[in-house]
Each structure stands twice: as C-alpha cells, then as structure tokens.
C-alpha cells in the first residue's frame, strides 16, 4: 500500500509540473507574440517613432498563484449603459456575466462586459471586456487599470484564466 501511494504521489507531482511547465510556456507564447503585434507597423497601435524605441513590454515573473479557475454565471436580460473610459468616449456595454474565483483565500469577483458596437461585426462578435484593477495601477502599470479579453465561445488558450 505504501509503494502504491508513493507512486500515486510521484504521478500526481508529475502531471501538475508538467501542467505548470505548459502553463508557463503558453504564457511565454502569449507574450512574443503580444510584443511583435507592436512592433509590426500593420498592427501596432504606436507610432512610428514609438516603434522604433519599443524594445518590448515588461512582465512580470509568471506566478501560479494567481493563474485561477472561476465560476462563470450569465447575466440574464441585461440592461445596456454608457460605459466611462479614460478618454471623453462612453461606448455602450452591458454585463455580460460575472466570475467568481479565489486568490490567497479571499473571494474576489469581477464583471465582463459586452461591447453593443463590437458583437455587430463578425471578427469581434465573441469579443468581451473584463476590466480590473490591483496595487499596481498607477505605479508600476497603467493608472486605469487592466484587462483581459476573453471570447464568450469558450475557446481560448489558458492564459485569459485570470492570471
């Protein structure tokens, strides 16, 4: 019985470094490519002369405390509203759902939204906003938060798991 747990242990460490190892590389992946859309001229959103000095973003060190399963729940008959950005835009958004999810013990919930003028086109119709906040804003990332942009398709690769 002791040699079966040991092995049963050993194959359970195996398959979650083997799960963080993946985990890291996609994030690795994600990255790359998020920093050679800005310096691809067709893609980028700097200018010109901010192409020539990007030299690529900064991340911060991967950290698996924060890679997270949550529980999605659909906002059923939702009600459209103007949504304030950092600019004097206010496009129309509704809530789309909320997830639920744990970090370091504590409950944490944030809200998706769905873009009115974005789900009309086809290449953004599964397009959904999931704005946050954390002690970083302001000091070491932008003042006006974050995001992550997750598909209601449900296909996506790991890292729109909020991490």
Known sequence: MKTFLAILLTFTNTIVFAQDQTHAKEIKIFQEELNTEFKTPEKSP????????????????????????????????????????TTNRTPTYEKYGEVVFEIEGQQR??????????????????????????????????????????????VRPNYYRLQ
């Open 109 to 154: 919930k944030l809200t998706i939204y769905q873009s009115h003028r974005l789900r009309q086109t086809e290449e953004f119709k599964d397009y959904l906003f999931l704005p946050f906040t954390d002690q970083t804003n302001g000091e070491e990332t932008y003042g006006g938060g974050r995001y992550i942009d997750p598909e209601n398709s449900g």
């Open 46 to 85: 700097l200018s010109k002369r901010e192409q020539k000095k990007f030299t690529g973003h900064d991340f911060y060190p991967i950290n698996k405390t924060f890679r997270v399963e949550a529980k999605f729940t659909r906002i059923l008959d939702p009600l459209p509203f103007q949504m304030k950005t």
